[in-house]
């Protein structure tokens, strides 16, 4: 799913038991293998939050590919911000209290 920041999964929709966070810069190479690495997985009760780290290849493009309602993804605001910033900005969206 697509989210903008400023929107907020259903507050009626249960909290997963895992929030992934997964900030993404230009990992076109990769990105494919590690969402197969996180949906392969036995445990289905997470969600995954990505976060664009203002890549300029086709990391979001792949991403987007993948159906599944556990993966909110973050539109691209084109900046680069740093992975310390992006974690903190997962930390934020998680639904995980």
């Given at each position: 799913?697509?989210?903008?920041?400023?929107?907020?999964?259903?507050?009626?929709?249960?909290?997963?038991?895992?929030?992934?966070?997964?900030?993404?810069?230009?990992?076109?190479?990769?990105?494919?293998?590690?969402?197969?690495?996180?949906?392969?997985?036995?445990?289905?009760?997470?969600?995954?939050?990505?976060v664009?780290?203002?890549?300029?290849?086709?990391?979001?493009e792949?991403?987007?590919?993948?159906?599944?309602?556990?993966?909110?993804?973050?539109?691209?605001?084109?900046?680069?911000?740093?992975?310390?910033?992006?974690?903190?900005?997962?930390?934020?969206?998680a639904?995980?209290?």
């Amino acid at each position: 799913m697509l989210y903008t920041e400023s929107e907020s999964v259903a507050s009626n929709s249960p909290s997963p038991l895992i929030t992934i966070g997964l900030p993404v810069h230009n990992a076109a190479n990769c990105v494919a293998d590690a969402l197969r690495s996180i949906l392969a997985q036995t445990l289905t009760d997470w969600e995954l939050v990505v976060v664009d780290d203002g890549s300029t290849d086709a990391s979001l493009e792949i991403i987007g590919k993948v159906r599944d309602q556990r993966i909110l993804l973050l539109p691209q605001d084109g900046q680069r911000r740093g992975l310390a910033a992006r974690l903190n900005q997962i930390t934020r969206l998680a639904r995980r209290p």
